[in-house]
């Protein structure tokens, strides 16, 4: 029986139907959690902004310094799992994402805040590597597909969910309350993780791949330029989501209406990811991401003008075409990766859009401290239609 294995030490594992859908409840409430961790930042940036006075350049540090660790953990992390099992390593990080913003909402400081950040950061690192590769050894061979697409969905949810919950609960109390609140629930999905998922899986993680799950090498350069593009793709994405409360707070957004905002954004997202992974399948990679990242570009400059209430409206649309390029991409890495070699090339993607989640909030903190942010915007705008030309190539190489 041929089936595909995840990972360069990754192998298919055996589980039972409870266990296999235990595994990908686990692993998407991790992913939810994650993912949700990292989308309030959006929010509470403008908070932090207010108590401390802070540029637009130090809100980009601040993110870029949750990104860099981040990026700097995704690989580290998948060769951990391999030596001492993804259930361990994954419950670990989650207990550190959490651990990071009880510092900052403990501290109440700057300082604290940042080295909250920083932690939460590189706790999340965790996650895509490790979770996509025990969603993928439980459901092998072309049930991975649809296994990860619900894995993918479940991170918009957090998305939509812990940004709208902690911008309640600051606007309630305090940003440091929201901020202990939304810790307290990783802490106990950290002890969750260990007991719940099976430890099988461990063993699927440290066992070679066969001779007959290996797929034909990739075209030469292909993943990279798929990584390229997907760069490009989460620079503009980190760097607009950093920045877009500012406009809506500009347009006269509440607190409670960012949380909205965000929420309608990721909804958008949500249903992204659903509608253009269908979409890659049928029309293939290059329209896909020529759609989505077109109507990136016209509603990021549509958000500048518009009144506030026309553009929550158009939020959800934005959040389809901002969320639904990574979809394809992500899910392109299995027919240009062969199976011993894919829990890396997931690190190595999702490091290179950690990486960019870093540059991104930077140089666009910077643009708009010396330009202004509808010039940051137009700038994003522009580097979102570059990774159409640079996708053309993949039309020989993938679906």
């Known amino acids: 029986m041929s089936q595909d294995a995840i990972g360069p030490t990754a192998s298919v594992v055996e589980t039972s139907e409870p266990s296999r859908t235990r595994t990908l409840a686990i692993c998407g409430t991790t992913h939810a959690l994650h993912d949700g961790y990292t989308d309030l930042l959006n929010v509470l940036f403008p908070l932090l902004q207010a108590q401390f006075g802070l540029s637009y350049t130090a809100i980009g540090t601040l993110r870029t310094i949750y990104s860099t660790a981040m990026a700097s953990g995704q690989i580290p992390s998948g060769l951990l799992s391999e030596r001492f099992g993804g259930r361990r390593i994954l419950a670990l990080g989650t207990a550190a994402a959490a651990a990071g913003y009880a510092i900052a909402g403990w501290s109440g400081g700057l300082i604290g805040a940042a080295i909250g950040i920083g932690l939460s950061g590189l706790g999340s690192s965790t996650q895509h590597p490790i979770a996509s590769s025990l969603v993928s050894a439980a459901y092998p061979g072309s049930a991975s597909r649809p296994a990860l697409g619900t894995y993918n969905f479940a991170g918009d949810i957090g998305k939509m969910a812990l ?237």
């Open 163 to 399: 940004p709208m919950g902690f911008a309640l609960i600051a606007s309630l109390w305090h940003w440091q309350a929201a901020l202990l609140a939304v810790s307290l629930l990783g802490l106990l999905l950290a002890f969750a993780i260990p007991t719940l998922l099976p430890p099988s899986l461990d063993a699927a993680l440290a066992k070679p791949a066969s001779q007959d799950e290996s797929n034909a090498p990739a075209p030469r350069g292909a993943f990279r330029l798929l990584q390229a593009v997907g760069f490009i793709d989460s620079l503009v994405r980190a760097g607009y989501l950093t920045f877009l409360p500012f406009i809506l707070t500009a347009k006269g957004a509440s607190l409670p209406m960012l949380g909205v905002a965000l929420s309608l954004l990721f909804a958008g997202g949500a249903a992204g990811k659903l509608v253009c992974g269908w979409l890659g399948q049928r029309l293939g990679v290059l329209p896909v991401v020529a759609l989505t990242e077109s109507v990136t570009a016209a509603a990021m400059l549509a958000t500048l003008w518009l009144p506030l209430e026309a553009t929550l409206v158009l939020l959800p649309l934005l959040g389809l075409a901002l969320n639904g390029t990574s979809s394809v991409l992500y899910g392109s890495i299995p027919e240009l990766v062969p199976p011993e070699k894919r829990t890396r090339a997931f690190s190595i993607f999702y490091t290179g859009g950690s990486v960019a989640g870093a540059i991104g909030p930077l140089a666009g903190g910077a643009l708009g401290d010396i330009f202004g942010l509808n010039t940051m915007v137009i700038a994003l705008a522009i580097a979102a239609t570059i990774t159409i030309p640079l996708a053309m190539p993949l039309r020989q190489h993938v679906r």
